[in-house]
T-cell receptor
Framework: SQQGEEDPQALSIQEGENATMNCSYK?????LQWYRQNSGRGLVHLIL?????REKHSGRLRVTLDTSKKSSSLLITASRAADTASYFC??????????FGKGITLSVRP | EAQVTQNPRYLITVTGKKLTVTCSQN?????MSWYRQDPGLGLRQIYY???????DKGDVPEGYKVSRKEKRNFPLILESPSPNQTSLYFC???????????????FGDGTRLSIL
């Protein structure tokens, strides 16, 4: 299994600003998923991007994928205090193990 | 409502006393898995199951057992718990395993175990 490496480890922004989170991985993938975890709660699936897609949108979320650089980014536009959470990227290849990294801690200040 | 249900949500127990954390999903999912989450270490997979009677080790299986006798249930068993198993545990499920197409994982709300 492979693990996504999120960057930065922590991010603090003002409400209304955009938040950009990055993810890198090492081997080829079928798809890449992003999850959110509010403090002490279960993870919630946000968005999935397939390896043949370059960009995907869902509400205020925009995900990009660059397979040549083995990297992805998650952009949250017009952030809100409720976006405060940890965010995880999960690159998925041809095996049955999902590996989560340490995530990015996003703090959105009111 | 589609959900993954874990019980108990919180448990404080003592070393060596066998315990079981239950996990049940109502979405007819084939793939189920258990994770533990520890500060600074992220989520680590303990065991996973591709379908009924098919289970396999994840990255940190030592000290744990699982069973998958029915599709909806995937209990996590600690035969002789030790303090280093104090952690936050999550059960997750998806329609199929990660290698069969694009499958978002559905997570339970977690079980916080404290082993004294």
């Amino acid at each position: 299994s492979q693990q996504g490496e999120e960057d930065p480890q922590a991010l603090s922004i003002q409400e209304g600003e955009n938040a950009t989170m990055n993810c890198s991985y090492k081997t080829s993938i079928n798809n890449l998923q992003w999850y959110r975890q509010n403090s002490g709660r279960g993870l919630v699936h946000l968005i999935l991007i397939r390896s043949n897609e370059r960009e995907k949108h869902s509400g205020r979320l925009r995900v990009t994928l660059d397979t040549s650089k083995k990297s992805s980014s998650l952009l949250i536009t017009a952030s809100r205090a409720a976006d405060t959470a940890s965010y995880f990227c999960v690159p998925t290849g041809a095996n049955s193990k999902l590996t989560f990294g340490k995530g990015i801690t996003l703090s959105v200040r009111p | 409502e589609a959900q993954v249900t874990q019980n108990p949500r919180y448990l404080i127990t003592v070393t060596g006393k066998k315990l079981t954390v239950t996990c049940s999903q109502n979405m007819n999912h084939e793939y189920m898995s258990w994770y533990r989450q520890d500060p600074g270490l992220g989520l680590r997979q303990i065991y996973y199951s591709m379908n009924v009677e098919v289970t396999d080790k994840g990255d940190v299986p030592e000290g744990y057992k699982v069973s998958r006798k029915e599709k909806r249930n995937f209990p996590l068993i600690l035969e002789s718990p030790s303090p280093n198993q104090t952690s936050l545990y999550f059960c997750a499920s998806s329609l199929y395993g990660p290698n069969f197409g694009n499958q978002p994982q559905h997570f339970g709300d977690g079980t916080r175990l404290s082993i004294l």
